[in-house]
């Protein structure tokens, strides 16, 4: 997503060149359109000026956006306070104590750049992607930090885990929301102690991941200021039958991949609604009608499909070329214990590779939803990948030495801005280029 010249600020620190991401660049910059992108981050940053409680720290914000944004290899405070400052450790104790104890208020910052966001890439049938990711720590003091599967190095690690919210529409994709997942031991009392030393608030109460996804969805369907119908999840998510009635409950669609065995009602389904039961007890919730056949796993359906089902799609153009799989549809109810849920697409997808293997997926999309959208849905998880690896690779995301829980989402938000600022760019260059 980035240039890789550096940019001079007009307020004469040297800032925001980015790092090489691996990708093309889009264009050979000239010096004038150099100085016009420095002085558009500062507009940026104004953008987000007033939220800050007082004039230090809207500073070491800029500041903080532009060490984010330079070419520096590793970017923790010490570096940037070194090559955009000198040695100065009243500096170096300054940006710490803004990033880790600071008491500006990132949500509100967050809620501004959702406006900006929607401006920028909003489209009604935008799509809300969640995932998790790990951040590898040593020690055992740094907030949520636990043993636990770790994505960047591929198994259980000491790490931390967020939870991690990404918009995207067909001009782009940004992060959205963020949530430091704390396991369920840290709020044990052998961690009162822990958790006071890391500023974790009192009134926290233990969430799964998905309840922590589902909270971020609904705070963005409750503002209104996003617009998205969709929401897109992995197995993680998709397996765990709260988060998807919950999406279905804000009026918006999910597509999320689910295990093979979930267990589904493969055909339109008889339902008796709550009431009077024989006995006259009251009857709590609907009922599946008797001599129903039963569920069964979609591992199963996928069996009996017939060959004239499977039909071959374009998933998305690739940079290699087009990206193709076999996909059936079935329309089936969803199980909930014993009991009905809402109708549901079954999507399988299946690779061209000989002895490719089934992924199934389920989406309460209604009955008539075209089944390219899905198709499209099942190659749109990418997005919150390749935020997370710009944000690692080229913006420092992970690179904090911070511990505390307000430092955390202090470093999150940061980060989010400069992937944002990044977005923009791409998006005017893109537009200049054309013209």
Known sequence: MKQTKKVRNPKSAPVVGAPPSGQKPLGNLAPRHVEKLAAELVAYHEEFADLYQRREQRHWAEFYLQGQLSDLERKTVEPMVLAMKGRDANAVRAVQQFLGEGTWDDEM???????????????????????????????????????????????????????????????????????????????????????????????????????????????????????????????????????????????????????????VWPEEVAIIPPGKGRMGAPRKGPLVAPRTAKAQEVQQIGTKVPVSAWHRYMIKEGSKGPIEADFAFVRATAKRRRRPGHAVWVVMRRGLEPEAKIKYYVSNAPADCPRTTLVRLSGSRWPVETALEEGKSELGMDHYETRTWRGWHHQMTLTFLAHHFLLRLRLRLKKSLRH
């Open 109 to 263: 910052i967050l809620a501004r750049r959702e406006k900006l966001v929607a401006q920028d890439i909003g489209e009604a049938d935008g799509v809300l992607i969640c995932d998790g990711s790990g951040f590898p720590k040593k020690g055992e003091h740094s907030v949520g930090v636990a043993p636990q599967y770790c994505g960047a190095v591929g198994k259980i690690a000491n790490s931390q885990q967020g939870v991690f919210l990404v918009y995207l529409s067909s001009r782009g994709h940004t992060f959205v929301d963020r949530r430091l997942y704390l396991p369920e031991h840290w709020f044990g009392e052998e961690y009162a102690e822990k958790r006071a030393r890391c500023g974790v608030p009192t009134d926290l109460q233990f969430q799964t991941e998905p309840e922590l996804a589902l909270e971020m969805i609904s705070g963005v369907s409750a503002r209104q200021q996003v617009p998205f119908q969709w929401v897109c999840a992995d197995e993680h998510y998709g397996m765990n039958p709260a988060f998807l009635d919950g999406v279905a409950a804000l009026e918006k669609w999910y597509f999320a991949e689910v295990p093979k065995n979930t267990m």
